[in-house]
T-cell receptor, first 111, second 110 residues
């Protein structure tokens, strides 16, 4: 079974803090993704990576950065968290046939 | 830009077939139709995908019209556990960006 794990299910941070969200997949997938999901807005792509050290901006990259130092790990970084980054964050990886496997999500609250 | 149109919500009786429609009138020749679902508080789950031909797997069947401008996901015997939001997505097979629209909230009722 493909497994995508995320470091935390729930996270509470303060405005201005640097936040790291970690994602690990165990199926040797090339491609990994970070989305955020908000009520009424659906899932929106923040960043994706198609190889180690490679990254591409998605639709809403502002305020975020990413790191892919190893194939299995894709990190999302909020350099200075703000309240409008309170959201559910979902990580995914996909097969060569474009089947995406999602992690359980991290619900981040920024106070 | 999701490029697909789905009804906001649908109801289905438990044990009956659930037929979820999706319109994608501007689909390109190299775009596949993917279906995912998201059960409350979980990440989305892949269901099925297809290009032109109808497809079936252990979860569902996908019917794509001949002109490819619309498709229908069929859950043959819906159960309460199939209550979820179902997303219809277009993507080129070797290009990995997905656009998730609002999806259809399927309510399976006893």
């Amino acid at each position: 079974d493909v497994k995508v794990t995320q470091s935390s299910r729930y996270l509470v941070k303060r405005t201005g803090e640097k936040v790291f969200l970690e994602c690990v997949q165990d199926m040797d997938h090339e491609n990994m993704f970070w989305y955020r999901q908000d009520p009424g807005l659906g899932l929106r792509l923040i960043y994706f990576s198609y190889d180690v050290k490679m990254k591409e901006k998605g639709d809403i990259p502002e305020g975020y950065s990413v790191s892919r130092e190893k194939k299995e790990r894709f990190s999302l970084i909020l350099e200075s968290a703000s309240t409008n980054q309170t959201s559910m964050y979902l990580c995914a990886s996909n097969t060569p046939y474009n089947e995406q496997f999602f992690g359980p999500g991290t619900r981040l609250t920024v106070l | 830009d999701a490029k697909t149109t789905q009804p906001t919500s649908m109801d289905c009786a438990e044990g009956r077939a659930a037929n979820l429609p999706c319109n994608h009138s501007t689909i390109s020749g190299n775009e596949y139709v993917y279906w995912y679902r998201q059960i409350h508080s979980q990440g989305p789950q892949y269901i099925i995908h297809g290009l032109k031909n109808n497809e079936t797997n252990e979860m569902a069947s996908l019917i794509i019209t001949e002109d490819r401008k619309s498709s229908t996901l069929i859950l043959p015997h819906a159960t309460l556990r199939d209550t979820a939001v179902y997303y219809c997505i277009l993507a080129v097979n070797n290009f990995n960006k997905f656009y998730f629209g609002s999806g259809t909230k399927l309510n399976v009722k006893p």
